[in-house]
């Protein structure tokens, strides 16, 4: 019996132990995988696309007010085209006027008959989610909402969005528009979009226009009297109480709700030179988007480094598979012109493997690299192959882990001369060939 005991107290001791060395120390501890509470989730490498978890990822549902996303990026290439300024002015239409005096819906007031400019407005739509201002900039680019729609739409195919279905500016429901909902959609639709396209979206956002980072990073803003509070409580410094959500390095990007679509979240973060995208759709509540972000970002900033795998210069071990047609030389070496990297997870930086694949239009019907050849000419690209047991997607169709192959020497072009003998040689080969098969025959 007491030995019983002893054992009972020596396994309780040892998870005592255990859970104080987790509580001490989480950044050493921290799950290999990670539990997200929301019906669909997906983190993302910024710089690669390459995705780090998923969960439902390509279940397709209502993204609320992230659908401002797609707006935020027509305004900033609406600015970068020229067709307006952040200091081009416009009023409000009776429908947004309609809809911002409407207590249901976040709303900053606007006025009628009152100039507004399009800083102003857009600062309204990414820091406070304001609907109203959304619906203005989008009539002010396009039009209508109607005509900004199928802008949208446009704009998610030419982006590669997956999933995808855009039938109004905000991300309300159409219902919520009464009769002012976008001609061309149904009096019900709603917006569309999977986690990974909503990751997919906020990549092209932040790469292709990082200025949109310097509004959604605002904690508050003054709009026309009054101070605006964003909707991000992820945002450190945030006011009062909100600052408990705080995370280091988070500066953006869009929260959504709507009754139908539940409590979303676009989030990106940095630290030291690493940037993160999290989407987590359906979450529980407004505190649990962003405590089921944090535990993404967690995972990504303490599961992940990005390493240099294969340094430039790298030559494949085996080299005799280039072989050169015409040449002086029967092969030539190759080399990788740049460094192969990627994130890495804890422990499997044995995992990566190289692969090359010759371009396909320098190689003659026999496979042959054909001369003259010069020194450091691309002849391919070399690219990092993952042979463990998880599963790394990319967002992107290109292959993000693939650099040049180059040529380390130069392969003269034979002379016609030794050309011609080569000819013959093959000639006499082939006949000498032939007749050794005919006598095999024989007997």
């Known amino acids: 019996m007491k030995q019983v005991f002893k054992t009972s107290l020596a396994v309780m001791l040892a998870f005592i132990l255990s859970m104080s060395a987790v509580w001490m120390n989480p950044g050493n501890t ?62 409000i239409s009776q429908y947004a006027y309609d809809i911002s005096a409407n207590a249901e819906f976040s709303g900053v007031g606007l006025k009628m008959n009152k100039d507004y400019k399009v800083e102003e407005l857009y600062k309204a739509m990414a820091i406070n989610s304001d609907n109203a201002t959304t619906i203005t900039l989008a009539e002010l680019i396009a039009g209508t909402e109607a005509e900004f729609v199928k802008m949208m739409n446009e704009k998610a195919k030419e982006m590669g969005l997956p999933d995808y279905e855009f039938v109004n500016s905000t991300g309300l429901n159409n219902s919520h528009l009464g009769d002012n ?57 945030m006011p009062g109480a909100l600052s408990q959500f705080g995370y280091d390095g988070v500066d953006g990007l ?46 990504g900033f303490q599961q992940f480094q990005e390493q240099t795998l294969y340094k430039a210069g790298y030559q494949l071990e085996d080299e005799s598979e280039i072989k050169v047609a015409k040449g002086k030389e029967d092969q030539v070496a190759v080399e990788t012109n740049t460094d192969l990297q990627t994130l890495v997870k804890n422990g499997e930086d044995g995992q990566y493997s190289i692969e090359y694949n010759l371009s396909e239009d320098q190689l003659d019907e026999d496979g042959k690299l054909v001369a003259p050849i010069e020194k450091g000419a691309k002849v391919g690209t070399a690219s990092l192959v993952y042979n463990g047991e998880e599963s790394y997607d990319n967002l992107l169709s290109e292959n993000q882990n693939s650099v040049d192959l180059v040529t380390t020497g130069a392969v003269e072009k034979s002379s016609w001369f030794m050309l011609m003998i080569g000819g013959i040689g093959e000639f006499f080969s082939d006949i000498f060939t032939g007749a050794v098969d005919m006598v095999k025959s024989w007997f």
Do not use: C
């Open 30 to 91: 921290y799950a290999a995988t990670v539990n997200v509470e929301a019906k669909s989730a997906i983190l993302v490498d910024a710089d690669s696309g390459k995705i780090l978890f998923e969960k439902e990822a390509d279940l397709t549902l209502p993204p609320a007010s992230m659908t401002k996303m797609m707006t935020e990026y027509l305004v900033m290439e609406a600015i970068q085209n020229g067709s307006i300024s952040w200091d081009t002015t416009t009023q």
């Open 181 to 237: 909902y976008p001609e061309g959609t149904a009096p019900d639709a709603t917006n569309m979009l999977s986690a990974r396209s909503s990751a997919l979206l906020a990549y092209h956002l932040i790469n292709d226009y990082p200025e949109a980072l310097d509004y959604s990073s605002q904690p508050t803003a003054e709009f026309d009297g009054q101070t605006i509070t964003n909707w991000n409580w992820m945002i450190p410094d």
């Open 254 to 299: 869009k929260t959504g709700y709507t009754e139908l679509a539940g409590n979303t979240f676009t989030g990106t973060a940095e630290q030291d030179g690493q940037r993160f995208i999290a989407v987590v759709m359906k979450t529980d509540s407004r505190a649990s988007r962003f405590q089921q972000t944090a535990k993404l970002f967690n995972y």
